[in-house]
């Protein structure tokens, strides 16, 4: 296992960027090892019969084209062309995301998606997987990596031509990173967490709610959302704050959880049997934004998606940023074939602003989502903003429409929309203007 | 040296903050003990006859008077009320800090002021101190210190009832907070690096520029500064970017250190003997801001200066800002007597804001040295201000005044600075219209 050519690319990681990124380097003609701390997914049954799900868009299924998984991927995924929201007073009502039903997001099974990948890129053989294989440390100079095989104590030190750390979040190659003098580092954390809860599918499989639209109950400091699962159940996640009014924190029995749901949610209720079962089982997740540079270490390591830039979810576009990552380091990787720094260096350059960008976005859209979405102002605001961009076509493009049904980089979406605003405003402004000097020659002064 | 009383305080890191809390405590009746990872530096030579300097203000004074250790302290201070330039081209000037000379800032050394802060702290027989005693871990939940003597491997638990991390910006206290969840951190690091050298006292202990001053050289991308020391030295601090135009990188051989300095400093190269061999002897430092929230762990630890929020060093108020820390937090613990965790709250609660301002003034400082400091435009700006200071008094004090000659929380000081400001350009204003307006009387149109 130790000797390896000098082509061989080692990847920590074999999530989803992970086990993507190996499908691109594969395919480019690079040998690639991949080691991944947990075991093997393939074959396994998911816990408890469960899915995580996740929203998959444009970005996303651009690079799962690129590495040819993409018709499987959305062969097994539910098209959401909208939000159904569901007020606490009131009927639930369905606010499209687009002019038309193509411009929806995919709910896809995390896991179905991740065994996706890294059966794609197992079937290459210069593919090789490694798993169970805990990174404990990473010499940076020499690109080392200190392993340690399962519970297994014995550690083994892999030297590697150039490893990309794709390990998430709490990434242990960054860890490593920020040891380092001059490695600049952010971690933010929301005063929200969240929990995932569970509807389980009805008779013969038959989906309980709209089966093609992400939910949500907004309640301003506060919000569920559930996102379709193909067995027909929902994957339902609470997003609430930790400490405070309507907190976790104030949740800390079956009656106190009966109560909250039954007063702010009374229509999911009656679908969800173990919802005190799940709330007291399933862990209270944080919400982190991670933001660090550089990205790379010289020509040997290098970071990708999570590990390099968290967001929070609330853009369903963590995934897809990481995909494109993929896409970018990958073509980059090849352009610059004889200097594999400067790829580092244009990959980072080139994805740097964009995923800042998002980061930022993803926080906006929490307040969105929980604050406004159900406001009746919001709703007008969005009917507006769809009827804009149907008369007008590509000179008004909602913001929302441009980061999750087009590739334009994140920044340069937001540019393009602060633009928009700009001109919808003068137009506006002239047009009560020449209302007023119509009114002035039609109704002479007394 | 397990067992302690309920009133016991434990400090890691014995350095300005550290010691300076020590003297707080004891004074209010606690028992304390510091542990150092440091040799004990008191009855020992300093490294070289050298010293490294900081400048005392107001701020720090004023904490110092609290513990009664100003006095000694400022009788081995070097007072100086403004800056000395030193243009490329022409004489050197001075350029005062205030309106008179009382409106100095001190140059002290930093080993002699810590001596001096531990032999206070150690006069009280409340206060035990540990020297060659690393933290290497602690459980933030039992406040359990794990310490390591001296290059021993032997490692030591000590239970405390309360931490004080006090171990700068490197904090090995801090480091266990990160790996909490929620914790919220950031690290930015200066593309500026910083290196220290050395001027030499001339014949006698004489000094070889002028005494009283913080002396200068702009030179846009980079500059030299240097603070007097008692024995007639001074010590000087070269700060440049790592990479790219005059930077630390292109500086490879004496030979290259030699014409940089011949060329940028040429007034100097001459005072400077052991320029070359220090330049190459002394590591280049790296520039950091801190900032991390929350500052404390339930009742049990805390964080104080540097640990908890380390600025870049153009204001010169890291130390000043760590000693207002110390009397903040000591004031508060003995206002909330009976309840730590409200005490550390509302010590964090009362610095935040503050030292984040801090830190962000701190960086634009540094542009306002480097690249302003030597133009025309802000010799007069600065002439200007100090002017309608001394006319208007406390209705116009300027930036630099608020926070180096007063004890007004940073973000105050900000927010009247620009607040002042605005009454600067509305009364300017105003004074232009009159002008035209006389003008129009005294000279009828034709």
Known sequence: MAERSAERITIVGSGLAGALMACYLARAGHAVDLYEKRPDPRGHEQVRGRSINLALSVRGIHALHEVEVADEVLRHAIPMPGRMIHPLHGRPYFQPYGKDPSHAIHSVSRSDLNVALIEAAARSPRV?????????????????????????????????????????????????????????????????????????????????????????????????????????????????????????????????????????????????????????????????????????????????????????????????????????????????????????????????????????????????????????????????EILLHRVLGSWYVPLYTLISFTRTPYADALRQAQHQQRRVRLVLGLGLLLLVVLLRMLVPWT
Not at 280 to 306: E, Q, S, Y
């Open 128 to 384: 090789r997987l490694f798993f169970e294989q805990r990174c404990g440390d990473i010499d940076l100079r020499t690109a080392t990596l200190d392993l340690q095989a399962g519970s297994n104590s014995d550690r083994q030190r892999i030297p590697c031509e150039v490893v990309i750390g794709a390990d998430g979040a709490f990434s242990a190659v960054r860890a490593q990173m920020q040891k380092h003098e001059r490695f600049n580092y952010r971690q933010d954390y929301e005063t929200h967490g969240y929990k995932e809860l569970h509807i389980p599918p009805g008779a013969e499989g038959a989906f309980q709610m709209e089966k093609h639209a992400l939910h949500i109950w907004p309640r301003r400091s506060f919000m569920l959302i559930a996102l379709p699962n193909n067995d027909g159940s929902f994957t339902c996640t609470l997003f609430a704050p930790f400490e405070g009014a309507n907190s976790f924190t104030q949740l800390q029995n079956a009656e106190e959880v009966r109560r909250f749901f039954t007063t702010q949610f009374p229509d999911v209720v009656p679908l969800m049997p173990t919802l005190v079962e799940d709330f007291f089982t399933n862990p209270t997740g944080p919400l982190v934004t991670i933001r660090c540079n550089p990205w790379h270490v010289a020509d040997r390591v290098v970071l990708l998606g999570d590990a390099c830039h968290a967001v929070v979810p609330f853009l369903g576009q963590g995934m897809n940023a990481a995909f494109e990552d993929c896409s970018i380091l990958a073509r980059l990787l090849q352009e610059h074939s004889t200097d594999r720094e400067a790829a580092f260096r244009a990959y980072e350059q080139a994805r740097k602003e964009h995923v800042d960008t998002l980061a930022d976005l993803a926080i906006l859209n929490f307040l969105e989502m929980r604050d406004h979405v159900g406001s009746r102002w919001f709703v007008l605001k969005k009917k507006a």
